[in-house]
């Protein structure tokens, strides 16, 4: 019996993807850049291991036991670790050996975050792990194939989704533009919004958007990649004005795209608008952009912004969406923030323009997250396992 | 002393007009096709009276005195107004006389239409009256200079306003598509949603999005030809289903192109998103369009939907947006509507499905206006005046 036990982080696009061009390889239609977030605070952890003695493959999500041979996606990363083994000669675990996967997210799903990523990437890592195949581009291939975008959550710092040209799909593959070391200064905080609304699933969104959006083609050929340069000459130069303008305008083109689908796809909401609107009006106040929002295939902001200035937002926040439980445990969760000093680095004409705003909405989010720019997957001791003897420890929440 | 008075329709937009090349003649980046309502539930009344006596040109809008020299488009229209006398050699009013205007609408201003385009046409067409000048197509450059898709006002039915290629705007033209004759039988339902957002002007929107999206040109230079092709086959061959797919998704690329400029607009509600999907899961169980929705800049929606079809369409609004004053007089506005015949035209299993369509929201409208597709303006009788020896009648509404 041999085990391999690991994290890996959640990812934010920066540039969005959207749309495949091919449905089972996961072959997008666009390149796409992302950071990933520190795992301290937001992770996924899986165990697996492999014996002799089992004789099926099983996996448990958060506890619960789901159908292997239900998921042709969990399949397909397997057969692709397998053919890897071999092409790098691993023979540390015989083929015949079935395996049982333990995953388990450090955040619930009501979240929204991206957990399939993270999920993904850390199945694939931990797999790699067990059966001994470095990580490097090829590895992104097999990430990709159970969730497209768990391809840039093998890396830290801001990470690149290339395209790629090939049908097979190998040169589609992420690579990491910086390091998180580059930008250590990167923050962000999540909004997580309340919301009941029914939504299309983002693999759905997307076959509906190539199929139906008029205008997804011209974004694919022209402004992709012209945003694609400018971003990654921002993060070169850790230039946050281009940074935030770009973050901002592609998360408007990637839900204005979602508009143009038919029947359209709506993830925002009223909220979620509102947090955009004030987002605005707080730059226009500090004279440059202070923060940069951006919203995935839900109503949750993502909002970036540098150390030194997540104070001075946070307070803004908290003016204008008051919340009754600003002061409890569980509302700012993840890294302290140090208190606003008022007389520090605020100019008092932006100060008393921040304390006239007025509140906007009360109690809309229900727990705010704030993390910061982190590294790629890791492996964990074995005493951290989720599987003992091959089954789960205890019901994972 | 010379009078004329006369009442101006409302028309809404199916291929919309978003983003001038020029804005003082206000030229339009693409055609546009509305559909004219029924003057009988939505109208602009003016009357324009000149006399030798008066000695400043004065105007009242709903009863209040406005500033008549603070409006350039206004004073653009009345000199407009007088070139064309000239050119039509019409001696009906000599050009020193000055005139007194007072305008109202029948309908309350808090329902977001667009007021401006039926106050403006009614203007532009009062004018004409006054002056003599028949209506033709240089008539609707003048319309248009005081509000843009006032110009398609001046026709009933179904109206095409033409780009135009002229620095100019000599070419700028509505032209009549079809009377509305044509589609007697196509009706409208207007659900006006609550709403308190400050939103953005739309002369502004426009502005912006010509400037910093970077979808509108493709919009402008490949879909909407198409779309403009495709819709007036489809008026002409009385196709629903193609009418209903053109306006629908022509709706969204308008709220797509407003998501995408930068900072983003936001016209549309929660509410309204949530018609959009009903209107979606309606046409399905009916197993074809029967309803399109379309949006202007703001969160109401307005449902084309033939007459034999509006009260199915109706007894299922109510079903999933319930309304506390639903049998009030003011709830349901405009044309009487038929009740369900339950055992009439639709198909059982049809039935089944609404009857089991959950409530999405209750009292999200603050009513329904019921309305049709109708005649261009119209010169009404003296007594129906506005103005008495060029003063208000009294403090209209």
Known sequence: MISATCVAPVNIALIKYWGKRHEDLILPVNDSISMTLSTDELCAKTTVTASESFETNRMWLNGEEVPFEGSPRLQRCLKEVHRLAVANGSQKVPPSWKIHIASVNNFPTAAGLASSAAGYACLVYSLSRLYDIPLNEELTTVARQGSGSACRSLYGGFVQWHRGALDDGSDSVAKQIAPSSHWPNMHVLILVVNDERKKTASTKGMQQAVKTSQLIKHRVDKVVPERITQLREAIANHDFQTFAEITMKDSNQFHAIALDTFPPCVYMNDVSHRI??????????????????????????????????????????????????????????????????????????????????????????????????????????????????????????
């Open 276 to 397: 955009v609107s004030f987002i605005h009006d707080y730059n226009e106040i500090m004279g440059g952009y202070h923060a940069a929002y951006t919203f995935d295939a839900g109503p949750n902001a993502c909002l970036y912004v540098l150390e030194e200035n997540v104070p001075h937002l946070l307070d803004a926040i908290q003016k204008v969406f008051p919340s009754d439980s600003f002061d409890s445990d569980t509302y700012l969760r993840g890294l302290s923030v140090p208190k606003v000093d008022k007389s520090h680095k605020i100019d008092p004409a932006q100060r008393n323009k921040i304390d006239s705003l007025d509140i906007i909405a009360k109690n809309a989010f229900r727990y705010i997250i704030h993390t910061k720019v982190g590294e790629g997957p890791r492996e964990l001791s074995a005493d951290n396992s989720l599987l003992i003897n091959g089954l789960p420890l205890e019901k994972e929440k």
